[in-house]
């Protein structure tokens, strides 16, 4: 954005206190913000003529760099966890990988589930696709399939996406909790007041 002297087109379309004052000369809306110790900036450069306002610029970008912090705040990065597995697994070693995944997906990260090949276990891809199948299905209700199960190099693996349905079950659930605690809270001192 221009400010103040970096504006130097001849005339302006000016707003002021969201009142709009019309086309003025450049150096009389430059004139006007001085007087009230304000900038002139140019806030849509590409309007004919270019739209300026008399702001304090300062305040301005400290609004605008907190309401941009709030919005990141707000908002979780997604990251990419990995499980991985070998073709000779035991169900028990299965089961501890399949809970591993399902806190994953509950803290609402992507997870990648790998099935690792040696030597000529990559012979029978079909053994590994049964596993990472009834793995997904052990997580059909947290978990989405994002990317379905393919061979890349030594290992084949899927991508599971946590499921928008569990994420709004979980927030119900977590309401459901807060309400819970306020009445809990609230009855003994109703109990109290009677």
Request: charged letters at 35%.
């Given at each position: ?25 450049t ?52 990251e ?20 591993t ?27 590994a ?30 991508t ?35």
């Amino acid at each position: 954005m221009r400010i103040n002297e970096q504006i130097r087109v001849p005339q302006v379309r000016l707003i002021k206190d969201e009142e709009q004052l019309g086309v003025v000369p450049t150096l009389d809306a430059l004139r006007m913000a001085e007087a009230a110790n304000l900038d002139l900036v140019e806030i849509a450069p590409t309007a004919s003529p270019p739209v300026c306002k008399i702001m304090d610029y300062g305040k301005f970008k400290y609004e605008q760099s907190k309401r941009e912090r709030d919005s990141r705040r707000g908002s979780k990065q997604v990251e990419l966890r990995e499980v991985r597995m070998r073709v000779k697994i035991d169900t028990h070693d299965r089961d501890f990988k399949i809970r591993t995944a399902r806190k994953l997906l509950a803290e609402g990260d992507k997870v990648r589930v790998s099935v690792m090949f040696r030597a000529r276990e990559i012979t029978h891809p079909e053994v590994a696709q049964e596993l990472l199948t009834g793995f997904y299905d052990q997580l059909k209700d947290i978990a989405d399939l994002e990317r379905s199960p393919m061979i890349e190099g030594r290992f084949m693996s899927m991508t599971l996406d946590p499921s928008k349905k569990a994420a709004a079950a979980t927030q119900v659930k977590a309401r459901e909790a807060s309400r819970a605690a306020a009445t809990a809270a609230t009855a003994p001192a109703a109990a109290a007041a009677e």
